[in-house]
């Protein structure tokens, strides 16, 4: 084998294993990526749930302020709200 075969087949080998670089290079970018979009997807997905369990406790307590009006009322009226 002289030098210029030596020197072509040592080309050859640097292109795979560069292919192979990039390849894994751009899977772990793809992950990251994916991961990126993940956690951002659940971050908005977390703050429309504090909107809601904001909502929710909002309601309960003007629903307990109404039981508690009601049972006033049910009192004066001589009966038991139990």
């Known amino acids: 084998m002289d ?6 087949l040592l080309v050859g080998v640097g292109a795979v294993f560069g292919g192979l ?4 290079g751009k899977r772990g970018e793809n992950a990251v990526t994916g991961y990126t ?6 971050q908005e ?3 429309e749930l ?3 369990l904001a909502e929710a ?3 309960r307590a003007a629903d307990q302020a109404e039981i508690t ?3 006033g009322i049910i009192t004066r009226l001589g009966g038991d709200p139990s």
């Open 57 to 59: 406790h909002s309601l």
């Open 37 to 42: 979009n993940l956690t951002q997807d659940l």
């Open 3 to 8: 030098l210029a075969t030596l020197g072509a």
């Open 45 to 47: 997905e977390r703050a």
């Open 50 to 52: 504090r909107v809601q």
């Open 69 to 71: 009006r009601l049972r």
């Open 21 to 24: 670089v990039t390849y894994l």
